[in-house]
């Protein structure tokens, strides 16, 4: 199911599942024509489900993750630019422990480790819009946490209980579970 859809249902969730309203808040409004034209320029290797994404909410908290607005983009720039040149990166946002998430000039999304770790990170899938549908609402989601994938069915059985994102995305039936 395509991110955008998945979005819609998750904010319709919101009225009758208030446990998943920290972990999934999308702004009402999109970025503006200005501010999208601004990225692009700027960075040339932004795919266009990127801005298609910005267009629809400019920033988000999805699954444990912040995703800058168009406006706050020179923060993850100062943040993470030293570890991850903005020739080869783009910091869009970060997960709960502070660790940037990058879209790689190769268009190829990753998880860094930190802002004073220069180059480490791994790849968690090839386009942003397999991060929004696959990582943060889909099979792909414990990639955030660094699990390997032979070991997500023993984290989801683990953390289910305790996660209400998790268990509404097993309740979606997103997880493939």
Known sequence: MYWANKFKIANQFLQTEADIDQDFYIKENGASTNAISTLNEKYSFIPEE???FLSI???ADIAQCTLFSSLDYAKGKEMYSNAYPEKHWFPFGHESGGDPLLL???GKVAIGFGKNISGKYNFICDN?????GEVLMGPKYPLLFRIKTDAFNEFIEEESEDDPWLAFLIKQNWLNV
């Open 50 to 52: 990127y801005f298609k």
């Open 57 to 59: 909410s400019d920033g």
């Open 104 to 106: 790689h000039e190769s």
């Open 128 to 132: 942003f819009s397999d991060f929004l």
